[in-house]
């Protein structure tokens, strides 16, 4: 159990003083398992890098799993991956208890607006790349205005729909869409 508890307090530690991320945290992995403890060796480092990188997930959590499950099985596992989620988990859940007042301060309030068109804008980008990479026929086209048209008139209604049922929705009609076009090409 002591050696669970040593390793828990390392990914503790990495987690609490890693800033930008999995990818900024494997250095001081390598630093901490292969060159200090000597508990993996480079070959299986680099191996854990890229199980870690390959499955979903963030790679922290992925590392620390891996790692941990090497090391001292299931519970090593465990131990590892709550070592390295805490101290996110904990900073995050602090900045929520004090957000509402956060938000009351004016210039906070105004990067947020800011932050909002910025989002606004990139999506738009986004889908106008999307847009001009589409296949130009009578079905896209039709699709395109439609849907446009939909969302105009539900921004100025201020209709709230779920995004889960829009997805949902657009989902099925696509389908619906995929069906009748593969009918008419049997038909013909």
């Keep these: 159990m002591k ?3 040593e390793l828990f307090l390392i990914f503790f530690k990495i987690g609490l003083f890693t800033f930008g991320g999995g990818y900024a945290m494997v250095a001081l992995l390598e630093a901490e398992f292969v060159s200090k403890r000597n508990w993996l060796t480079r070959e299986e480092f680099l191996d854990m890098v890229a199980i870690a990188e390959s499955t979903p997930g963030p790679i922290a959590i992925n590392a620390a ?3 941990g499950n090497k090391m001292y099985g299931f519970l090593g596992a ?4 709550l070592g390295v ?3 996110s988990f904990s900073i995050i859940y602090i900045i929520s208890l004090f957000f ?6 004016d210039y906070v309030s105004y990067a947020f607006k800011g932050i909002q068109v910025c989002v606004i804008y990139l999506i ?5 790349k999307l847009l001009k990479g589409l296949t130009k026929n009578v079905m896209n086209i039709t699709v395109f205005l439609a849907v446009t048209v939909l ?3 539900l921004s100025l209604a201020s209709v709230r729909v779920s995004t889960i049922v829009l997805i949902l929705i657009c989902g099925f ?3 619906m869409v995929y069906l009748i076009k593969k009918s008419l090409k049997k038909e013909a």
């Design 3 to 5: 050696k669970k508890l």
């Design 173 to 175: 009609l696509g389908l």
């Design 65 to 67: 799993t891996y790692i």
């Design 151 to 153: 969302l105009v008139i």
């Design 124 to 128: 738009f980008s986004a889908g106008i």
């Design 78 to 81: 465990l131990f590892a991956t």
């Design 100 to 105: 509402d007042r956060f938000l009351e301060n």
């Design 85 to 87: 989620c805490l101290p």
